[in-house]
């Protein structure tokens, strides 16, 4: 069993892996905690559904969805952290809240509050190895967060715009004083953050075969306590933080108790910040 | 006067109370707390459990408030050693955690909830009446602004608006940041069990979710749309989120978005609330 | 520029407050508590229930020549906001009667209100048994939970033949509450239930529970819930090599389950206070007139057996109102010893706790992606 609930945590984790980059990297770029990442993450599910459900063409389903979950957060960041950057931490983190609700309940009456089901087919294959089952949708989700996360690892370091990025998260002061346009990182940044939960969203709209307006609330604060567990500010910290957070749970409702499989996020959370506050990988 | 009018104004006193009680750790010391409705809830819980095993009404309210300090005290101790920024992180986890306890112990009667909370008794009666309640919960609410006030302009209120303004230098200054912070959140956790001990007698049932995540935001905002620190702006955010939802009724479906979207509307063009001080938008505090 | 705000905020307190006092006085009023927000799939479905009652009674000339209203509330899943609502309705819009709250928890709160008000309520689908003792004003209209368990149970062994079953709840009181009476019922029959997981509302992975069920043989799988965990749940059981009978209570009576599961959903089975294919003339007017509702709207959610409810119980309450009176006791005194009385749920009375009588409880089995009766 344990290699199988590995397997399970392991898919589960890559999921949490990608929202927390985005947590990560807006945190570590603005210093804000953007609690409506979770809705990002669910408006990226929604444009891939509506779109697979009007067309039939799956690729365009994933880039209509992962163009929906970027259009929501650049607007968030248009409007809900821009003109509140700087001042006192409650301020933007009460209007990430608010954009949260806001974000969610139109959701609730655009779509309708029920579930939807993903609208297309999977063979239910699955490959053994050592006594544990693999889907052939785990497979996917773990092969495509791995692909995303190479991705950006590559942009940030590799390319000009991601070492801009880099650049002003260190100290966006020095940043700008070497001619860097710094609104033109915290744009991108969104973007990247976006994409990546949007993808996320996807990905769980088809594993879970439930598209659901509050969908994004629970993955959302685990796929936080991800990012704060990893390390806020450091990527491969999220992605650590992500799996380690998603094997944790599935080891913890197997041998602890199920009852509590949620709370062994926050639990972890909590131990974490005390113990050792800057996360697993953070920097001081 | 109408029933309904009463229940709503009920609410608005016990609301004020949590928003003043948040107020402390918020406002005055500077300390951000999203957890806040799980010391509500604990208070609630007390209560209303040492009341059904049979003690009286102050008793279980007065132990409702020290059993909420004591577990404040207990939050505090590890809570306070991170950075600051991660502190409003701990909170959360704190009110997730036991609103999850809430859900899986006997005694709280799990996800069921406690039914059958005995009334407030006041010299042996048990007091039914709303007019009559609500007139104890104006009178305890007084109470706690005149203490309050009392707090804000004395040493301890002047050592935490030093902390909260920056608190390197007030270390410098020979304060006790740790004992001063430690103070702030004891104190906040304190009253807000006394409210949560009224909310429990009140309503005679209470279940986990009413203190869970949703409940602590709700709280966050009536502080911050008030304005952050400010006692009478406490009340308004209170009194003015506690109506808003009962005005809304007719428009049920949209009372979410519209609840959402002024949050983010007093952020962008009001962030130091309705009677806070205008200081509070610019940088703050420490370096980032 | 302070005292501007103060102004604002006081005026629209009075003015909403205020504004709700203003009502007609030509009609009779009953409430309506129901999961609006929250209740994808049983909410919206009861309210249309309430809805298609109303328009027939008052196409057939209200009520002794008054026209019925009806004020929905929103419970929010909360019992506060239960409360709040129930508030509402009896002083502000006085109404004598309420159809409501939808779940356990809410009408346990809002029930003592109600015993001390004196006024009626009649909860359409709460099944916590803590329910027929919470007052002679609190009326039920769906079946117990111990005798949806009593029936399952009885037919999991004489029919499918379980002997090992296990249990995966939704972790709130009707999850939990029909674990509980489930397992006493199997152990009533000398079936010892092998093991539970449970998991929370919001839930969409279940693999960490499945596995660790998994590590035993069993041979019947019951999730007690909600559909939109017991569906993802029965999915992903599946898609994991579990070939396991599955069973379910009547939160899975939806097509909205059969399409969230998909195939995983074929051979469920599970119970149901409605069944469509009953044959009388009022069954006949009632799934016409909400298939027509159901059709007219894609996002309409599909759920007749929630709406079958209301609409029985909105009629029973009419009925008391029209030949008894529109005081409470007069309405208890109706309703109390009603029988047989003409429903779309079946021949309906109420025992000495308020709890409805009909010829029992329905059980389906998913056959082809549609519900087949089978008992």
């Given at each position: ?284 | ?279 509070i938008t610019e940088i703050f505090g420490g370096a980032r | 520029m302070q005292r501007l705000w103060l102004l604002v905020m006081v005026a629209m307190v009075v003015l ?360």
């Amino acid at each position: 069993m344990l290699l199988q609930q590995l397997v399970n945590g392991l898919a589960a984790g890559c999921v949490y892996a990608l929202v927390a980059l985005g947590y990560t990297m807006i945190f570590g770029i603005l210093g804000i905690v953007n609690f409506a990442q979770g809705e990002i993450y669910m408006y990226g599910a929604f444009g891939a559904v509506l779109t697979l459900a009007a067309t039939g063409n799956l690729v365009l389903a994933i880039v209509a969805g992962i163009a929906a979950a970027c259009l929501v957060g650049v607007l968030l960041e248009r409007f809900a952290f821009r003109p509140v950057r700087g001042m006192h931490p409650l301020i933007p983190l009460i209007s990430a809240i608010g954009a949260s609700i806001f974000l969610s309940s139109l959701a609730r009456l655009i779509f309708g509050p029920e579930d939807r089901s993903f609208p297309m087919e999977f063979h239910p294959h699955s490959y053994q190895f050592f006594g544990a089952e693999i889907t052939e949708l785990q497979l996917v989700i773990i092969l495509v967060s791995l692909a995303l996360m190479v991705m950006l690892w590559l942009f940030l370091n590799l390319t000009k715009h991601g070492k801009a990025i880099m650049a002003v998260a260190m100290d966006s002061d020095a940043a700008k004083l070497s001619g860097i346009n710094v609104n033109a990182a915290y744009v991108t940044t969104f973007l990247l953050g976006s994409a990546m939960s949007g993808v996320a969203g996807i990905l769980m709209a088809m594993y879970y075969n439930a598209t659901a307006p509050n969908m994004g609330l629970l993955p959302g604060l685990k796929a936080f306590s991800a990012a704060i567990l990893g390390g806020v500010g450091s990527i491969p910290g999220a992605i650590i933080g992500g799996l380690v957070l998603g094997v944790a749970e599935n080891l913890g409702a197997a041998y602890l108790s199920s009852h509590f499989k949620d709370a062994f996020a926050f639990i972890a959370l909590v131990l974490v910040l005390i113990i050792r506050p800057r996360g697993i990988l953070g920097r001081q | 006067m109408s029933v309904y009018i009463l229940h709503v104004l009920i609410m608005v006193a016990i609301f004020a109370m949590l928003a003043l009680s948040l107020n402390i750790s918020v406002g005055f010391a500077g300390l951000v707390s999203l957890g806040h409705a799980a010391f509500f809830g604990i208070g609630a819980y007390a209560s209303g459990i040492i009341m059904i095993k049979g003690l009286g009404f102050p008793v279980a309210f007065g132990s409702a408030g020290i059993i909420t300090a004591l577990l404040g005290l207990a939050l505090a101790l590890p809570a306070l050693r991170v950075k600051d920024d991660y502190l409003a992180i701990v909170t959360l986890g704190f009110g997730i955690i036991v609103e999850i306890i809430f859900m899986n112990l006997d005694i709280t009667g799990g996800t069921d909830g406690l039914v059958g909370i005995p009334p407030v008794t006041l010299c042996g009666n048990p007091l039914y009446s709303k007019p009559g309640f609500l007139l104890l919960c104006v009178v305890i609410l007084g109470f706690m602004i005149v203490s309050m006030y009392t707090l804000k302009n004395s040493k301890i209120g002047r050592a935490w608006a030093a902390i909260r303004d920056n608190d390197i230098t007030a270390s410098f200054m020979g304060i006790n940041i740790y004992g001063y912070k430690t103070l702030a959140i004891v104190v906040s956790a304190f009253w807000a069990g006394l409210a949560g001990s009224l909310y429990a007698h009140y309503t005679a049932y209470i279940n986990p979710h009413t203190f869970g995540m949703h409940t602590s935001i709700m709280i966050l905002s009536m502080v911050v749309l008030g304005g952050i620190g400010s006692i009478p702006g406490a009340l308004l955010g209170a009194a003015l989120l506690t109506v808003l939802p009962e005005v809304l009724r007719p428009l049920a479906d949209y009372q979410d978005i519209f609840y959402g979207g002024l949050l983010v509307a007093m952020m962008v063009f009001r962030p130091q609330g309705i009677m806070g001080r205008v200081k509070i938008t610019e940088i703050f505090g420490g370096a980032r | 520029m302070q005292r501007l705000w103060l102004l604002v905020m006081v005026a629209m307190v009075v003015l909403g407050l205020g504004l709700s006092e203003a009502r007609a006085a030509e009609e009779i009023k009953i409430g309506a508590i129901l999961r609006l927000s929250q209740g994808a799939s049983d909410g919206l479905p009861a309210k249309r229930g309430v809805e298609i009652a109303v328009k027939e009674i008052n196409a057939a000339g209200g009520i002794n020549g008054k026209q019925l209203k009806v004020i929905f509330e929103d419970e929010k899943d909360s019992a506060p906001a239960s409360v709040a609502a129930y508030q509402k309705l009896v002083s502000m819009d006085k109404v004598k009667v309420i159809i409501g709250p939808m779940m356990s928890g809410n009408v346990l709160a809002v029930a003592p209100l109600a015993q001390r008000d004196k006024i009626v309520i009649v909860t359409p689908n709460g099944t916590s048994p803590k329910i027929s003792d919470a007052g002679e004003y609190v009326y039920r209209g769906c079946t117990r939970i111990d005798k949806q368990a009593a029936s399952l149970t009885k037919y999991a062994k004489e029919s499918l033949k379980t002997t090992k079953p296990v249990i995966l709840y939704s972790n709130e009181p009707y999850g939990k509450g029909c674990n509980d009476l489930f397992t006493k019922c199997f152990a009533e029959l000398g079936i010892p239930v092998i093991s539970t997981e449970s998991f929370m509302v919001g839930d969409r992975d279940f693999s960490a529970q499945l596995t660790k069920l998994k590590q035993k043989p069993f041979d019947l799988l019951f999730i007690p819930g909600y559909l939109q965990e017991t569906a993802p749940a029965i999915s992903q059981a599946r898609r994991m090599g579990i070939t396991a009978q599955s069973m379910g209570v009547f939160g899975d009576m939806a097509p909205k389950y059969i399409e969230l599961a998909g195939k995983a959903s074929e051979g469920h089975i599970n119970c149901s206070e409605y069944d469509e294919d009953y044959n009388t003339p009022t069954n006949k007017k009632f799934k016409d007139a909400y298939y027509k509702i159901v059709k007219a709207d894609t996002k309409e959610p599909n759920n007749a057996m929630f709406a079958a409810i209301t609409y029985d119980m909105t009629r029973l309450v009419s009925t008391a109102i029209a030949t008894k009176g529109g005081a409470p006791d007069q309405m208890r005194g109706y309703l109390d010893t009603v029988k047989d009385f003409d429903g779309v749920t079946g021949k309906l009375s109420f025992d000495n706790n308020g709890d409805v009588v009909k010829q029992g409880v329905y059980i389906f089995k998913v056959v082809k992606g549609k519900y087949v009766k089978v008992k």
